[in-house]
């Protein structure tokens, strides 16, 4: 299903037809815009890219003959579980860990008849000589629609990251690759998985890649992909856990709800940087026509961050804490009224929304309930902000600002590049065809989903939570992140007050990808593990004798 108007309309005129599609394409409102915005752009990927060199002279574990496509039709005939299996060590603060790499490809089979569905790429790293009964696996996939799974693999809590240096925007190049001292290898095997269509995944025949692509197929997908990875494992006993990201969030809270329903149960979701409720997120529509108060408290942070609130707060949490107050108490009261038509702001407001925000009074004025596309492009004078994270800016016709994000800009290329010299070089899988990082799934997903135009899967993590009353969630966001923000995701698990005691909800400096910023992510880990500790206390105490579940 391609967008529902008038939303193709909507975004066409919103991002501007200067904007490319590199810069927009890594979470779900970004592959919006793209899709009405660049259909005939190819800067994110077609076709399946031109043939590589499948060594670049490293020693090969797999050398895969296979060419793989992500065209919206394309499908294998056929397909081989055959991967790259290497071994390593990590040194991390608690010691040194032996692990085996695993790269290749994997069958999901239909959960009904066993059909062949779609030949996944994946990245598997387990720790050796752990006890697959008790050891934890953890499955990672972003979002877009239409993204792989690079910036997770890369960026967060694999063995190895690339080193950004953000919020920079002018770090050092080629990004660095170093071992990963704030891994969660020490907590859990973790396994990377590409959606069809990315990386180097594709649909089996009858099915075509565009087969997948939907809300429902694309978890159901999921769900078979990592029954099928259990199964060839023997890991069934494993405690699981699921991490996405952006898109990849309301992917959890749908495939959470499957796998229950089929009898694998979870242990722990981790959410980072949601969109649980597209129908919440004024982004996606008019401007000024929706509740934009979810944005608000971020655009706060984001304010102080550039040092135009008045005044600057020295304390970010506790500034941030009165603005998620302020937002609720004073701000969406008048926005309902601003766009009932039954009042309009005043004096007094409109100047306690520039002071706590840094935003021009003119702004306000132009737009009272302040969608992101205007913050980004009207804060900073002659300057575009980040979208992703709003701390990285970047002047108007600047080769940073070209694509419309300078903090996806900036890091794009590389996360590509290292990618595709990773796969060979380090994990000695060979390869001819290009692994791309994006593909233009976007333009033809299907958002319906329980009957709604636009995906709600709040009601999904419920119903995962319900059927399993030990499972527990981790939601994490940036507080400079414009795609996704803290406070919308906040607001959307609120309606979900009985769960409450489940759910672990944090925040930190930066944006989307949180876990590029060297402090936010010492900080994100040490909250990763306490999560783990926690729900695996809590599964082992519901498995314990005497329990009545």
């Not at 880990?525 to 729900?535: G, I, M, Q, V």
Request: glycine share 8%.
């Amino acid at each position: 299903m391609r967008l529902p108007q008038p939303l193709t309309t909507l975004f066409a005129s919103r991002a501007g037809a200067s904007i490319g599609a590199t810069g927009w394409r890594r979470s779900w409102l970004g592959g919006l815009a793209a899709g009405a915005v660049a259909l005939s752009l190819a800067a994110c990927g077609g076709g399946g890219g031109g043939d590589t060199s499948p060594d670049d002279g490293a020693t090969l574990a797999y050398d895969d003959p296979v060419a793989y496509s992500i065209e919206p039709g394309a499908a294998l005939a056929s397909a081989a579980e055959a991967a790259a299996v290497t071994h390593h060590q990590l040194a991390l603060p608690g010691g040194t860990i032996a692990y085996t790499a695993t790269a290749g490809h994997l069958t999901a089979r239909a959960l009904v008849g066993d059909s062949a569905l779609a030949s996944m790429f994946y990245v598997a790293y387990t720790k050796d000589g752990a006890d697959p009964a008790t050891r934890p696996v953890t499955f990672f996939y972003n979002g877009g629609p239409g993204s792989a799974t690079v910036w997770l693999h890369l960026g967060s809590f694999g063995p190895k990251r690339l080193v950004t240096g953000a919020p920079s925007t002018s770090p050092t190049k080629p990004f660095p690759l170093v071992d990963n001292a704030e891994s969660l290898l020490d907590e859990s095997d973790l396994v990377f998985i590409d959606a069809v269509g990315t990386g180097l995944s594709q649909a089996i025949s009858p099915n075509v890649n565009r087969s997948f692509w939907g809300v429902d197929a694309d978890a159901d997908l999921f769900r078979d992909t990592i029954r099928r990875w259990l199964a060839l494992n023997s890991r069934a006993a494993s405690p699981l856990f699921l991490f996405g990201e952006s898109y990849g969030t309301l992917r959890s809270a749908v495939l959470a709800e499957r796998l229950e329903s089929a009898g694998v149960p979870l242990a722990g979701v981790i959410l980072q940087s949601s969109i649980l409720d597209y129908n919440s997120n004024c982004a996606l529509f008019a401007p000024d026509t929706a509740d934009c108060t979810g944005y608000l408290p971020t655009y706060s942070a984001v304010g102080a961050w550039f040092k135009k609130t008045h005044p600057v707060p020295t304390d970010l949490d506790s500034f941030l804490l009165d603005m998620r107050s302020f937002a609720e108490l004073s701000y969406q009261p008048a926005v309902e009224a601003h766009l009932n038509g039954t009042g309009s702001p005043d004096d007094a407001l409109l100047t306690a929304l520039v002071d706590r925000t840094g935003a021009s009074l003119s702004l306000w004025n132009a737009e009272f309930s302040l969608g992101p596309d205007r913050f980004q492009w009207q804060l900073l004078p002659g300057q575009v902000t980040g979208r992703y994270d709003a701390r990285m800016a970047a002047p108007l016709g600047s080769p940073l600002a070209a694509e419309g994000d300078p903090s996806s800009t900036v890091i794009s290329d590389e996360f590509a590049a290292a990618m595709r010299a990773y796969l060979p070089q380090v994990l000695g899988y060979g390869t001819r065809t290009r692994y791309q990082t994006f593909s233009d799934a976007i333009t033809y997903w299907d958002f319906s989903h329980d009957g709604n135009v636009l995906p709600d899967a709040i009601p999904d993590l419920a119903a995962a939570m319900t059927l399993n009353p030990t499972l527990k969630v981790l939601s994490v966001s940036g507080v400079d992140d414009l795609a996704t923000p803290f406070y919308q995701t906040e607001r959307d698990l609120q309606r979900l007050p009985a769960m409450a005691p489940r759910f672990t909800v944090r925040t930190y400096a930066g944006g989307h990808m949180t876990y590029l910023d060297d402090t936010s992510r010492l900080a994100q880990k040490a909250d990763l593990a306490a999560f783990y500790r926690d729900a695996l206390a809590a599964q082992r105490a519901a498995d314990s004798p005497g329990d009545s579940r």
